[in-house]
Structure formats: C-alpha cells, structure tokens
C-alpha cells in the first residue's frame, strides 16, 4: 500500500499534468468551449478585483520584507551603525595616551548554547595586562563568532572602536 506522501506526490503531479496539458490545448485552439467559459471566468468584476487586490497585497509583501531584511542589515550587521557597550578592556594605561590609536582583539566566545553572543573582552597589548571597563563605541558587527581585529582610539573614559 502506498505511502500518503506518495498518494499527495501523485495528486500534486497529475494536478501539474493537468495544468500544462490545458495551456497546450489553449494555446493551439485558443476559442475551445473551456478556454471561452475560462475566459469569462476570468474576466468577471470581482475575479478582476481579487486579482489586484492579490497583485497588490505581493508587492506589498515583497516591498516590505526587502525594507525589514535591510533595516536588519543596517542595525545589526553593517558597520555603519554604531552600537555602545560597557566591556572589559585590557591594556596597559601608562603606555596608552588619550587620543592614541592601536589595534586590539577580540576572541571567539560563542558556545552551541549561546551562537549570538556579544563580545565582552577587548584586549589591545600582547604583555600582561590590566583590566579596565570603559564605554566602547563599535563600528562594526559586535558578535563573537570569531576572533576580530579592531581600530581604537582612546579618550579619557572611553574607547572607539572600528572593525578591520
């Protein structure tokens, strides 16, 4: 006994056979009976209205999910929307001046449990190091999902940050 994904295949096939063999036959005698009761059908004032309002509704939707999957982009991909966060940095402050710019890192901090996760250290010295929370504004995706190289400049209590 078939299967019922087989039985719905089959269905859905002899549906398409069905459809292209119509178009076949319109196309070759467009004035057949099915094609002329088709047609009026098809023409009707409110089949015509239910199919604007289709069309509409379409470029309603395809419009939109372009504008939300670039709004998305913007927000939380692109690197021309800073984002602000209070993260550890460690640097040595003696051997880093207020406006000074250096490169730092940040590592991979993702687990299975947690794929989106924010990075939370930045570390901008090779040497042992201190430890200092500041207010860092990011020019670039903040995710963990990899070791980063960044650009920042120091300020007094605060660091910019932009991705390499």
């Known amino acids: 006994m ?8 089959g269905i859905f096939l002899l549906l398409i ?5 119509f178009a076949i036959v319109h196309v070759n005698y467009p004035k057949n009976k099915l094609s ?3 047609e009026a059908f098809w023409n009707t004032p409110a089949i015509k209205e239910f199919r604007m309002f289709i069309w ?21 991909e692109s690197s021309w929307y800073p984002r602000e966060r209070e993260v550890e940095v460690f640097f040595k402050a003696h051997q880093w001046i207020d406006g000074e710019i250096q490169t730092c890192f940040s590592v991979q901090s993702t687990t299975p449990k947690t794929p989106d996760a924010e990075l ?8 042992k190091n201190e430890s200092h929370v500041l207010r860092v504004k990011f020019w670039g995706q903040i995710k963990a999902d990899k070791t980063k190289m960044w650009r920042c400049e120091r300020s007094q209590s605060a660091m910019t940050c932009s991705l390499q």
């Not at 509409?56 to 939380?76: E, H, M, P, R, S």
């Not at 939370?120 to 090779?126: E, G, M």
């Open 36 to 38: 002329r009761g088709l």
């Open 120 to 127: 939370t250290t930045i570390s901008c010295s090779s040497e």
């Open 56 to 76: 509409k509704a379409f470029w309603v939707l395809l419009l939109g999910g372009i504008a939300i999957t670039c709004i998305d982009y913007y927000f939380n």
């Open 2 to 9: 078939p299967a019922e994904e087989d039985v719905i295949i």
């Open 17 to 21: 056979v069905c459809v292209l063999g």
